[in-house]
């Protein structure tokens, strides 16, 4: 062959594959989302790659462009509206322009800066799968090009994000006993980690991991010991139907490989009879071996827990300054009213105080909690501070590093009366064996789960939700930002100081993180019950938040 | 059937009991009322439409008693006539603003949130206020409503619970 053919050849090989390459499946043509990535989230802020956005699940976000000072220039950019009635408590994931968000239980791909819809996936869970609390998902988790969907009906679903196909479908649990799953799973090297909901349906409660890309059951981790495991000692024959449900998505530390989650309320909800002892590992935070699910430590907020406390909160993991020198630390506002900061190495307690009005607790004993002597529970009933649905709930917490300060919703001043009852369990039936009553004068007033679309008529001393910026070295609130209802918003905060919220009011707004002065509110006709997340895309920042079962994206004007 | 007829003894014998009960604490039973005369009560005498909107006549101030007579007891609206202050519900709420020129303005409160106060006004108007153009503003406690137990009669009293016991609501046609 002359060279000269060769040339024109070359060139015909070239242009081809100009022309056709492109069809060809080519993985060099676009990176990867891999377990690297996300464990370097913080470089690549334009992206929101997990529930938290970021393993340390601090709901922080390095990005700049909305400032305190331009916060009021922020205008509405797109609305997704769901096809779907129930409250959207999802945090949407965005990875490189896309936006992966949820639709009841469908997963939708949009245009991150139109939220115009790539494709759908639909998924209508079986109409006899138990949730208590609405047929909702709380999000995503995203590994290499497949996304991993929780189902109300406990299955678990890989699904190919380019074009949203269902790759596997693993049964998790069993949907007509009352296993749900509602967290958003989390990634952590190969594996996908979630647990059941079910806490008002007398569940076995666990955490599992799956392999990403067959779902393969990688470990279990029983959050309510089996005969022959360590803690199972610590519940009578209760242990059967002990709860210990998983809703919130966990952290993870890749120094000690530790995934940290809360686990819910021991089953039934209201009646410790049937379950003497503390009833390991309810009401606390687990460290497990990423890798293996093997326990390395655990802490129990509330032993023997009759109040319906779930420990399902974000595990916050943070790098503090602690009393002089640097500690790692996991802070922690829980449902029982207090705030707390662990050593997330070991678990030592090292501090506890409370954020709203509390009448159960008389102190702590080397880190186990001290019970109020009027305030045990009895079958003609008791008044316990705060209510069943606690202080603050699943709703994300920020801390910012910048500040160093910690922000939670709270919810200040609300009650229950507590009575226990008998209650046999039935499988699939509600499971709490108890009454709940209130010294509110209506109904309206009282501090419960479902935000109510109807008029606030509460006073201050009823209760009310409030963001409150909590200093980890004293334990206490600098500032608050209080709000006439309540709130189910999460908080995001960014490296410019601006921190977002909202509540059932259906304001979503922006304040000052150094001083909790409002800077910009917008009226979203709806409660606001998810966490506000960040994102960008060629070079501009959106802002994402859902109220009632809409989806609003801001960005400065 | 023996179960039944028993079980329907036992509910007797505690009905009973429960009188002895009531009848003990309780002042004398009221006497039996007469509903016309109660009417005119409402309307004369004991002014309640100076508060209360009955079948789109009266104010709207106080809880419209269009259907009182189904929602409530007898024992229930004497409560209610005697000691009003007892138990108010939020939706009875009342609510005063003062306006920057000064201007008080004390009505039924609607809707509350963090920047913004809605009531029904003295002039039965709907009204918005914003808080941050408000001087003071907070709830106003105390029931609105007198406490009828030595202006009306142990009688007028009577009749003026037979009257409300027959207002049952707007019924379709």
């Given amino acids: ?557 | 059937m023996g179960v039944r007829v028993r079980a329907l003894a036992l509910l007797l014998l505690a009905a009973c009991a429960a009188t002895t009960v009531l009848a003990q604490s309780a002042p004398e039973p009221l006497p039996t009322g007469d509903e016309t005369s109660g009417a005119s009560l409402f309307t004369g005498k004991g002014a309640c439409q100076t508060c209360h909107r009955v079948q789109g006549k009266g104010s709207r101030l106080g809880p419209d008693l269009t259907d009182v007579g189904s929602t409530r007891t007898p024992a229930q609206l004497e409560k209610s006539l005697l000691d009003p202050a007892a138990e108010i519900l939020p939706e009875n709420r009342f609510y005063r603003v003062v306006t920057r020129d000064g201007a008080s303005i004390t009505g039924k409160l609607l809707n509350l949130d963090t920047f913004q106060v809605m009531m029904l006004d003295p002039k039965e108007q709907l009204r918005a206020f914003q808080k941050s153009d408000l001087r003071e503003h907070g709830f106003v406690d105390g029931s609105k409503m007198p406490s009828y137990a030595t202006t009306l009669s142990r009688q007028e009293l009577a009749d003026v619970i037979a009257y409300l016991a027959t207002l049952k609501g707007v019924v379709a046609q």
């Fill in chain 1, 1 to 557: 062959m002359t060279s000269r053919r060769l040339i024109v050849l070359a060139a015909a090989w070239v242009l081809a594959a100009w022309a056709f390459g492109a069809w060809g499946p080519d993985d060099t043509l676009l990176a990867q989302l891999s377990s690297e990535r996300i464990l370097n989230a913080q470089k690549e802020p334009q992206n929101w790659l997990t529930y938290s956005g970021g393993y340390m699940s601090q709901r922080h976000s390095p990005l700049t462009q909305i400032t305190t000072g331009n916060a009021k220039d922020l205008e509405l950019k797109w609305v997704f509206q769901a096809r779907w009635l129930d409250y959207m408590q999802s945090t949407p994931l965005v990875v490189d322009g896309i936006m992966y968000a949820t639709q009841g239980n469908d997963v939708v791909a949009l245009d991150a800066t139109t939220g115009k819809i790539f494709w759908i996936y639909p998924y209508t869970p079986a109409s006899d799968a138990r949730s208590c609390c609405g047929r909702i998902t709380r999000g995503l988790a995203i590994l290499g090009d497949t996304l991993f969907l929780a189902t109300v009906d406990a299955h678990l679903i890989a699904i190919d994000a380019k074009n949203g196909r269902p790759l596997w479908n693993r049964i998790v649990a069993q949907g007509t006993a009352g296993y749900s799953l509602t967290t958003a799973p989390l990634v952590i090297k190969d594996k996908v980690i979630v647990g059941p909901a079910g806490g008002e349906f007398g569940i076995q409660g666990f955490i599992a991991a799956y392999d990403a890309a067959t779902g393969r059951e990688a470990w279990r981790f029983n959050t309510v010991p089996q005969p022959g495991e360590p803690g199972h000692d610590s519940w009578g024959a209760g242990w059967t139907h002990g709860g210990g449900s998983i809703w919130v998505t966990g952290s993870y530390d890749p120094e000690t490989n530790l995934t940290f989650w809360g686990v819910g309320n021991p089953g039934p909800d209201y009646n410790a009879e049937s379950r003497p002892g503390d009833n390991l590992y309810t009401c606390s935070v687990v460290a497990l071996d990423a890798d293996t699910g093997k326990l390395k430590w655990h802490y129990q907020f509330t032993p023997a827990d009759e109040f319906d406390w779930d420990a399902v909160q974000i595990p916050v993991l943070a790098d503090i300054s602690w009393k002089g020198s640097p500690r790692k630390v996991m802070l922690w506002a829980n449902r029982n009213g207090f705030f707390y900061v662990l050593d997330r190495r070991t678990g030592e307690f090292l501090q506890a105080t409370p954020i709203a009005k509390q009448n159960w607790n008389a102190g702590f004993d080397n880190g186990r909690p001290i019970r109020a002597l009027d305030a045990m529970p009895s079958r003609d009933g008791v008044l316990i501070y705060p209510g069943n649905q606690g202080a603050t709930n699943w709703f994300s917490p920020s801390f910012s590093p910048r500040t160093g300060l910690f922000y939670v919703s709270v919810w200040e001043n609300t009650h229950h009366i507590f009575a226990r009852a008998d209650q046999p369990y039935k499988e699939g039936s509600n499971y709490t064996a108890g009454r709940l009553t209130t010294n509110y004068p209506g109904r309206g007033i009282t501090a419960g789960m479902r935000a109510v679309q109807r008029p606030n008529l509460r006073k201050e001393e009823e209760n009310f939700g409030t963001v409150r910026a909590f200093d980890p070295q004293t334990g206490k609130w600098r500032w608050e930002y209080k709000m006439s209802d309540l709130t189910d918003a999460g908080i995001l905060t960014t490296a410019s100081d601006v921190l977002f919220s909202g509540g059932r009011e259906g304001y979503f707004f922006a304040l000052d993180a150094r001083s909790g002065s409002l800077l910009w509110k917008v009226q979203l006709g709806g409660p606001v019950q998810n966490g506000p997340m960040t994102y960008a895309v060629d070079g501009r920042q959106y802002v994402a938040v859902s109220a009632s079962n809409s989806l609003f994206v801001f960005g400065l004007r």
